[in-house]
């Protein structure tokens, strides 16, 4: 039998009121991800890219149209499981980091694992030396440099083992030095974790590291590029 995907979209539809006017972001998208693919989602601004990363993260419900996650329908899941699927099958980075101020930068990577009453503080202090942020494991964010931060990011992501990360310009507000290193980073976790990645990026030279580009284009998908690792 052939492989199922582990995320399945079909006829995803969403908009937005500006003022009176509905505009429409994705206008019947379909999609297939199979597991342990790095996907990278590329169009210009407003085409669609951030608002189909949030529809397949569970993060904003789609107005049409279905997401399946290894086989479930995500939006028709209670608000509660769908907490739960979230916690468990997914990771998330952003292009702000949103670490807590108040926490170092252990307890942010402990923080996924403790909302489902976990004991992660091992897991979470490889992650940090993986990351090359052995010194730092005590530092509050503010001590910390953007790239840092990032890389405490990847790490929280990554401490319930989940099977999908979606990464939403999570080099947006780095150098080019510091954005290479940490998609190189953020790539090489993938691979070896087999884990399935999905990410948005502006930048065209870092999304050829994938194994698929798909292109947006006012809401609707208009091209796909296999990458250097497809």
């Given amino acids: 039998m052939p492989e199922e995907p582990l995320i399945l979209a079909q006829d995803v539809h969403r908009s937005y009121l500006l003022g009176r006017k509905a505009v429409e972001v994705l206008r019947g998208i379909d999609l297939e991800i199979m597991q342990g693919e790095r996907i990278f989602l590329c169009g ?3 085409a669609g890219k951030t608002t189909l990363l949030y529809t397949l993260a569970g993060l904003e419900r789609p107005q049409r149209g279905r ?4 086989g479930e329908d995500l939006y028709e899941l209670s608000r509660r499981d769908q907490s739960l699927l979230r916690n468990s099958k997914m990771g998330y980075i952003f292009q702000n980091y949103y670490l807590l101020p108040e926490l170092t930068a252990l307890e942010n990577v402990m923080l996924p694992g403790m909302i489902r009453a976990r004991n992660v503080r091992k897991r979470a202090i490889e992650l940090l030396v993986e990351v ?3 010194e730092r494991i005590q530092h509050l964010p503010a001590e910390l440099s953007g790239g840092e931060q990032q890389r405490v990011a990847i790490a929280r992501a990554l401490v319930n083992d989940p099977a999908i990360v979606f990464a939403d310009e999570p080099t947006g507000n780095l150098d080019s030095r ?3 290193e940490v998609m190189e ?3 090489d976790f993938a691979e070896n974790l087999k884990t ?3 990410v948005v990026t502006h930048d065209r030279s870092l999304a050829r590291l994938g194994d698929r580009t798909l292109e947006i284009l006012d809401g609707q998908m208009v091209m796909e590029e296999m990458g250097s690792k497809g």
Avoid: D, K, M, R
């Fill in 185 to 187: 980073l953020l790539l």
């Fill in 132 to 134: 090359g942020l052995e």
């Fill in 178 to 180: 510091n954005g290479g």
């Fill in 44 to 46: 210009a601004s407003g």
């Fill in 196 to 198: 399935t990645l999905v």
């Fill in 67 to 70: 997401v399946q996650i290894g």
